[in-house]
């Protein structure tokens, strides 16, 4: 008598492969890929806050929980994986800057609560890593460099904006003076952060909060 179990066909691979293509669903070989490469980066960004460029690939594996060779699969050289850990900080706090919140009545506060929420997450996902920006490290790979260039590029854009918004808030003209600016530049900078590093985030953002409205005080007075 026939059995009533319908004996499916196996599926190749790549067959597999080629409907992941044509649904836009990733196969699980990809998924599984995708989920690796991003535990990877994740424990390159928290090694990096912690060690700066000293982090070396084991620190990295150690952080993912991979092996060292399962790292070398994703990245092929350890300048390819700093450079993708710049870049994946570069897009978080370039997303955080963008949705800051626009000024309220309350100007000191809003510049308070600005300050504060930019040095938690400096404090969180840059830490040591952009402290070793500004240093001159032989060996280290130019695209290395060059994403660190695009880093300060971005950086001083956004703490540009930051700053003319604050001070047309608070009733300044035009653009804000240039030496207002840079006080901004230097406030919301892991420069700030690390000097403030016996301070909580928030103590470190209520501190650069007053300097800065200190700053926007004296230049209003300046303008007359």
């Known amino acids: 008598m026939a059995s009533g179990i319908v004996q499916k066909e196996a599926v190749p691979p790549e067959a597999l492969e080629e409907d992941a293509g044509t649904t836009g669903r990733l196969s699980l070989g990809e998924e599984s890929r995708a989920l690796a490469r991003a535990r990877i980066l994740q424990g390159a960004v928290s090694v990096l806050a912690e060690k700066g460029f000293d982090a070396t690939i084991d620190d990295v594996a150690a952080a ?13 050289t350890q300048g390819e994986l ?30 308070t609560e600005c300050s504060v929420r930019l040095h938690g997450l400096i404090r969180r996902v840059v830490g040591r890593a952009f402290w070793d920006v500004h240093i001159q490290r032989p060996g280290t790979a130019p695209v290395v460099h060059a994403a660190l260039d695009g880093w300060i590029e971005m950086r001083d854009r956004y703490t540009r904006e930051f700053a003319t918004t604050a001070w047309q808030a608070v009733g300044g003209r035009k653009a804000a003076p240039q030496w207002v600016v840079d006080a901004f530049v230097l406030q ?8 403030l590093v016996a301070y909580s985030p928030q103590e470190a953002g209520e501190v650069s909060a007053r300097i800065l409205w200190a700053v926007l ?7 007359g």
């Open 64 to 76: 993912a929980r991979v092996s060292r060779r399962t790292v070398f699969r994703h990245f092929a």
């Open 82 to 111: 700093h450079v993708a850990a710049v870049n994946d900080v570069m897009e978080v706090i370039g997303g955080e800057l963008r949705a800051l919140p626009p000024p309220h009545a309350d100007v000191e506060a809003w510049l």
């Open 188 to 195: 919301l900078s892991a420069f700030a952060t690390n000097a």
């Open 217 to 223: 005080s004296s230049a209003l007075d300046a303008q």
